[in-house]
């Protein structure tokens, strides 16, 4: 399976070199531990003066949290059902890195496991 994944910039510096996007390459079969694990490892996240920068992973919702002090990501969601909300086109899935500053990770990691991006019906 394909993957187009795309981050944020962290500094101007870094926007010369902007869009930043990739293609990799995934394994037809996955798990969202290996899904995540392959992605964080292929985008080069880029580094921070202070060593706390912090990333989430998403595709259409948040799938995980990465921090430059951690050592792997941290999964927000395992539901198998989710991977139907996933965004796929033309073929490959989409996922995007955003940006959090110095934000604490746990916090962002809180933030992202309660959003809700629909109405809950009654």
Same mark, same amino acid.
């Given at each position: 399976?394909?993957?187009?994944?795309?981050?944020?910039?962290?500094?101007?510096?870094?926007?010369?070199?902007?869009?930043?996007?990739?293609?990799?390459?995934?394994?037809? &079969? *996955?798990?969202?531990?290996? +899904?995540?694990?392959?992605?964080?490892?292929?985008? /080069?996240?880029?580094?921070? %003066?202070? !060593?706390?920068?912090?990333?989430?992973?998403?595709?259409?919702?948040?799938?995980?949290?990465?921090?430059? &002090? *951690?050592?792997?990501?941290? +999964?927000?969601?395992?539901?198998?059902?989710?991977? /139907?909300?996933?965004?796929? %086109?033309? !073929?490959?899935?989409?996922?995007?890195?955003?940006?959090?500053?110095?934000?604490?990770?746990?916090?962002?990691?809180?933030?992202?496991?309660? +959003?809700?991006?629909?109405?809950?019906?009654?």
């Amino acid at each position: 399976m394909r993957a187009y994944v795309t981050r944020e910039s962290v500094c101007a510096a870094d926007d010369v070199h902007a869009p930043h996007s990739r293609r990799l390459y995934l394994p037809d &079969e *996955w798990t969202w531990e290996s +899904l995540v694990r392959h992605v964080w490892r292929e985008s /080069e996240l880029p580094t921070i %003066a202070g !060593g706390k920068a912090t990333w989430a992973l998403s595709s259409n919702i948040p799938l995980a949290v990465a921090a430059q &002090e *951690w050592q792997e990501p941290a +999964l927000l969601f395992r539901l198998e059902s989710d991977r /139907e909300r996933l965004d796929f %086109a033309e !073929g490959e899935i989409r996922l995007h890195w955003s940006y959090f500053a110095q934000l604490d990770p746990t916090l962002v990691s809180k933030i992202l496991r309660e +959003l809700r991006l629909r109405a809950v019906a009654a």
